[in-house]
């Protein structure tokens, strides 16, 4: 009972007291990246800063068309800056608690306070549907019950007696009471949880690390090379003593501008972006929500499939199939008085609502209930039918049929079919007071058995037939009877015995059980998580499903965290993928735009780096032998637009549905860097008897023809299957480069002053013999796994 203090409350001065000191319930929680951080990560990064210095070079000297290489600069900055700040919003919104106000007794009478107004050792007033704004320990209990699903994932209200602790972001299901709060802000569980889920993380994708690698490789060797390329440019142009003469220094200083911007695959972060982008846009038209867009990319490589049934497997609504009566104690008419009764219950759980829209009756008056607890795993109810009483029990089988070993037998026998059973027996016995019924010593006399159904998704078993074929590992994590969840799973083809988790009393056990079954019943949210990691320590790319609280660290802690569009809004936060629809059919749809942008983003970053390697090899030789660049920025960037950038564009969207294979950065550089070599090659046996002997500015035209005759195959080899679609865009490009050398305008504006003698036809043929030399590796890589020609 109360005591007078407490049942006062705190005066207003102690409220007050409290909130100076920092003892409300205050949620400070940060997100774990700024607005700040995102756009000085997604615009101070290396090769932006050395394509800005660049580009500021080029304004000095003046001529802009020597500066279109910085628009992929802009674009990829804002790109990076509208994911990372779509995410930040997201995971913002990973609030658990939704109630805008509590009710707490001050200076003797309730009051309505704001969340934040709550303050330790406040008095809570509390009654159904209420939710718990903070930590707090019961000083009344009648009949209180709190569901805390969402916290636990217990699907059943759990019972408070005086002195129980309740955990915030849980509600009140049945009952009413008073609890004094014990901790607030950031000390209370649902405070911590949200923090915890909260920090911000990204995806592993492995485009993404072998993008990133790539360029942490450029970064260790551009810094030397660009010193090297300047002080080259110096003395190819008279040395310090003559670079200030006859505006020396402005060659020079543009030269280094294209050998620099030659180094750079602007362009590949840029693609590998829109290749994510765009297949998020079209899994949205699916109803399939991309949270991050990496995650994409992450389902094709996901070789195990960690599945809750309810909500998942099955559509998660239960439909009451029918009775079966047990023995001849019990009347059917007692029986369906009684399922009337519990079905009455406004403040009972799911199955008062089933047991109401079949049982009705008038004759029957309630004496007292006995709330239904995970605890003991049934319900009370004493009633009076014309002047008599008797007294229910209605709850799991095992515990209130434990001595009635054949009717407990044919309720398993019931449940091996896949359906959940709840038994209803009368007590023999006046059931003893208080809001627990111990039934031990309790004898009863079995009613009948109610039989619920789950109605399985009829998209589950193709899906999951699909998987197979995909040699994705599928596994059944499910909180329910392990019996029923077999039964379910047998239903879909999923083979295998399921194991009761309950009995795995350590992480070593867990272990053994996940090397020999994929079916599990009675699993805790921990050992959910626990799985989760055991399996990616064993080097395993786990996908995790759900749909509760209870399941958000375990999805977080997953490869790749997919939830239901019934979930509870920390649980899309932390997930990766949202299926908006609640259907698992859309699943496949993810994987084959996943191995879309995994084989796509791979051909294009050969083409990339291709570049880089020749850019790098014609910036060295240039400068060892004080040449004077062989080309102009704006010449680079009509060979990388044409070759590469523009078709590079079409080939990162075209329908790509190879199966997934590691070791996507050892290919890439396996088969970029001796194209690289042979297009730099290339350039260097047409330049090298051509920049003396005729004017510079003609030299530079007929080399960038030969790069782009190399370039141009490099691309041929990479679209292969060369379809319609595929040899018109190859020939529009050939068609556009030759239009930019015989227009006026076009080619005095990327200065293309081509001869027409037999210098020209000395750069084709050696561009013809680079290309051979392309055709002759790619068939040589192709045998050796490196490229792959089929989609």
């Known amino acids: 009972m109360l005591d007078a203090r407490i049942r006062e409350g705190l005066t207003r001065a102690e409220v007050a007291e409290r909130l100076a000191d920092g003892r409300g319930n205050t949620q400070r929680q940060p997100s774990s990246r700024s607005i700040a951080d995102i756009l000085r990560e997604n615009i101070f990064t290396l090769f932006n800063g050395i394509l800005t210095v660049c580009f500021l070079a080029v304004i000095a000297l003046g001529d802009l068309r020597d500066g279109f290489f910085y628009g992929v600069v ?19 919104r990973a609030a658990l608690l939704a109630a805008p106000e509590s009710r707490v007794r001050r200076d003797g009478a309730v009051t309505s306070v704001p969340l934040d107004g709550v303050v330790l050792d406040d008095l809570l007033v509390l009654r159904p549907g209420d939710q718990i704004p903070a930590d707090a320990r019961v000083v009344q209990s009648t009949g209180l019950s709190l569901d805390e699903s969402m916290l636990t994932g217990e699907s059943d209200p759990v019972f408070k007696d005086d002195g129980a602790e309740l955990l915030s972001g849980s509600h009140v299901a049945t009952g009413t009471g008073y609890a004094v709060v014990t901790a607030v802000g950031a000390d209370s569980y649902a405070s911590k949880l949200t923090s915890e889920i909260r920090k911000h993380s990204l995806v592993h994708s492995e485009l993404r690390d072998a993008t990133n690698r790539i360029l942490v490789y450029l970064s260790w060797i551009l810094g030397p090379i660009i010193l090297i390329t300047i002080i080259g440019r110096v003395f190819a142009y008279g040395g310090w003593n003559e670079l200030f003469v006859n505006g020396h220094w402005r060659r020079a200083l543009l030269d280094a501008v294209a050998a620099v911007v030659g180094m750079i695959p602007e362009g590949l972060v840029l693609l590998t972006s829109l290749a994510f982008g765009v297949a998020a846009i079209q899994l949205a038209a699916r109803k399939v929500l991309v949270q991050e867009l990496a995650a994409v990319e992450v389902l094709a490589r996901v070789d195990v499939l960690c599945l809750d049934k309810t909500g998942t497997l099955t559509t998660g609504e239960l439909a009451l199939e029918r009775t079966e009566r047990l023995g001849d104690a019990v009347d059917d008419e007692a029986t369906a008085i009684a399922l009337s009764a519990f079905g009455a219950d406004d403040a009972g759980n799911a199955t008062a609502g089933i047991l109401s829209s079949r049982f009705t009756s008038d004759r029957y008056r309630i004496v007292r209930r006995v709330p239904f607890s995970s605890a003991t795993k049934y ?26 070993a054949e009717s407990l037998a044919r309720a398993n026998a019931i449940a091996a079919t896949g359906q959940r059973t709840l038994a209803l027996v009368r007590a023999i016995d006046p059931l003893p007071g208080g809001s627990h019924v111990a039934i031990a010593g309790l004898r009863v006399e079995p009613a009948a058995l109610v039989v619920l159904s789950e109605t399985v998704r009829p998209d589950a078993a193709a899906t999951l037939g699909y998987f197979a074929e995909q040699s994705v590992r599928v596994i059944v994590m499910s909180g329910d009877n392990p019996i029923t969840v077999e039964a379910i ?3 879909l083809d999923l083979p295998g015995d399921a194991v009761d988790a309950s009995t795995l009393t350590d992480d070593d056990a867990l272990a053994a059980a996940l090397a020999s079954s994929d079916i599990f019943g009675r699993v805790s949210p921990e050992q959910k998580r626990v799985a989760v990691g055991l399996l990616r320590a064993q080097g395993r790319t786990v996908a995790m499903t759900g749909d509760g609280v209870n399941d958000a660290m375990a999805i977080k802690d997953a490869s790749l965290g997919i939830a239901m569009g019934t979930a509870t809004p920390a649980t899309k936060a932390v997930s990766r993928i949202v299926l908006l629809d609640n259907k698992f059919e859309r699943l496949p749809d993810v994987l084959s735009f996943g191995r879309r942008v995994i084989a796509n983003v791979e051909r294009v970053s050969n083409i990339f780096l291709a570049k880089t390697v020749y850019g790098i090899i014609l910036a060295l030789v240039s400068a060892a032998v004080l040449w004077p660049f062989p080309f102009l920025p704006r010449q680079l960037t009509l060979v990388s637009s044409l070759a590469i950038g523009i078709p590079s564009f079409f080939l990162a969207l075209a329908p790509n549905r190879r199966i997934y294979r590691p070791g996507v950065l050892s290919r890439v550089l396996k088969y970029s860097i001796p194209t690289g070599v042979i297009a730099g090659l290339t350039c260097i046996v047409v330049y090298l008897p051509l920049y003396r002997s005729i004017p510079l500015h003609e030299a530079r035209s007929i080399t960038t023809i030969s790069l782009f005759c190399v370039s141009l195959w490099i691309l041929c080899v990479l679209t292969r299957p060369l379809s319609g679609p595929r040899w018109a865009l190859l020939a529009a490009v050939s068609v556009a480069m030759v239009l930019v050398c015989v227009i006026p305008f076009t080619a005095s504006f990327f200065q293309m002053h081509v001869p027409l003698d037999i210098t020209l036809v000395w750069g084709i043929a050696v561009g013809a013999v680079g290309a051979v030399g392309i055709e002759l590796f790619y068939r040589f ?7 792959f020609d089929r989609e």
Request: charged letters at 25%; glycine letters at 10%.
């Open 74 to 92: 802009v674009i990829n900055a804002l790109i990076g800056i509208v994911q990372e700040v779509r995410a930040k919003v997201v995971l913002e």
């Open 379 to 404: 319900s009370g109810v004493v009633l009076t039918v014309d002047g008599a009483e008797s007294s229910w029990l209605l709850g799991a089988p095992e515990r209130v049929l434990a001595d009635h």
């Open 489 to 491: 799973a047998r239903g």
């Open 781 to 787: 890589a192709r045998r050796r796994g490196l490229v």
